[in-house]
């Protein structure tokens, strides 16, 4: 028989206190999402006018239409995909090897090379002198002036090097060695199998980091058609900003100009879902890595 413990009044308090605490916070995270799905199906001059604040009214799919008819936006989003999928791919083969090498004791000047790697978070170039190293290096409007300076992050090498430190046993790498395994084989066959939610958790930051990066995209491309989503929906963006100076024009190009800042509205929180639903897609296959303890029964004894 299943005893059950009473609760006491200060338990049921609390109780009511984290619920109250966990609905606010759902309230503040779903908001936004929940306004923006709704204003993406709305009539923009609804949206604008503060009278849709939760659920769609005058509901329309022709901000969809437009976003699936537009070549750029198609053209921006295979870019995005591009840039994401092969700037992980590289920030892994960075960061992975060198946060190993950097967490073996037998590692010959470990704690000097780590120490330059901490100064870089501290202390930068700046933005033209990083600028005129890329364009040096004739990185200047190519996918790689978005990839390779930021091959790697000095906070993702350090938890990688922790997590090689606390969670791969020694013992484990004496064994693997006294069999004769040498260090690649080591890494590749017995390091990296253990370390599936490393890799997972690191890939999921650098490639929600390259989906959203746009700054980068507009500071070193010139092409139009080699622009990700994200500088194509700042584009969308700072033309509707520029309807606000409707007012001080003539009439006729106010008018032209609102027409096209409602639809740039439309088509902004569109573009806004279509972009947003690949990452939420991936966080729930992700997900449980963050509380999996792969290293659970991998040493016996």
Same mark, same amino acid.
């Given at each position: ?7 006491t ?23 936004p ?6 204003a993406?199906?709305?009539?923009p ?5 503060g009278?849709?604040w939760l659920l769609?009214?005058? =509901?329309t799919?022709?901000?969809y ?7 750029? &936006? ?15 791919l590289v920030?892994l083969l960075?960061?992975?090897p060198a946060a190993?090498?950097?967490s073996r ?8 090379f ?7 978070m501290?202390?930068?170039?700046g ?5 005129l ?9 190519s996918?790689?002036?978005? =990839?390779l300076?930021?091959a790697?992050?000095v906070?993702?090498l350090?938890?990688?090097?922790t997590?090689?430190?606390s969670? &791969? ?10 069999d004769?395994?040498?260090n690649?084989?080591l890494?590749?066959r ?36 080699k ?44 573009v &806004?879902?279509?972009?947003?639903l690949p ?5 729930p296959f992700?997900q449980?890595?963050?509380?999996q303890?792969v290293?659970?029964g991998?040493?016996?004894?």
């Amino acid at each position: 028989m299943i005893s059950s413990i009473k609760e006491t009044k200060q338990d049921k308090i609390f109780l009511a206190f984290v619920y109250l605490l966990l609905t606010v916070a759902l309230i503040v995270v779903a908001y936004p999402l929940i306004y923006i799905l709704s204003a993406s199906i709305s009539n923009p001059t609804i949206v604008a006018a503060g009278e849709m604040w939760l659920l769609p009214k005058d =509901i329309t799919f022709e901000g969809y239409r437009r976003v699936f008819q537009d070549p750029s &936006i198609w053209n921006g989003y295979l870019n995005t995909i591009i840039y994401t999928v092969v700037g992980t791919l590289v920030n892994l083969l960075v960061t992975l090897p060198a946060a190993y090498a950097l967490s073996r004791r037998d590692f010959v000047g470990r704690n000097l090379f780590m120490i330059l790697f901490i100064v870089t978070m501290f202390f930068g170039g700046g933005l033209v002198p990083t600028y005129l190293v890329v364009r040096n290096l004739g990185l200047v409007d190519s996918m790689w002036a978005l =990839i390779l300076p930021g091959a790697t992050s000095v906070w993702n090498l350090i938890v990688c090097r922790t997590f090689f430190q606390s969670s &791969i046993p020694r013992e484990l790498q004496e064994a693997a060695e006294i069999d004769g395994c040498s260090n690649f084989r080591l890494y590749f066959r017995i390091v990296l199998p253990l370390s599936t939610a490393l890799i997972a958790v690191m890939a999921l930051f650098f490639g929600v980091g390259h989906w959203n990066n746009y700054f980068s995209a507009m500071i070193y491309l010139n092409q139009q058609e080699k622009y990700p989503l994200q500088l194509v929906l700042r584009q969308i963006l700072v033309l509707q900003q520029m309807s606000a100076q409707a007012g001080t024009i003539d009439a006729t190009m106010a008018t032209s100009l609102n027409n096209k800042a409602e639809v740039a509205a439309l088509v902004k929180y569109a573009v &806004i879902i279509v972009a947003t639903l690949p990452i939420i897609a991936v966080y729930p296959f992700l997900q449980r890595y963050f509380v999996q303890g792969v290293m659970i029964g991998s040493v016996k004894g």
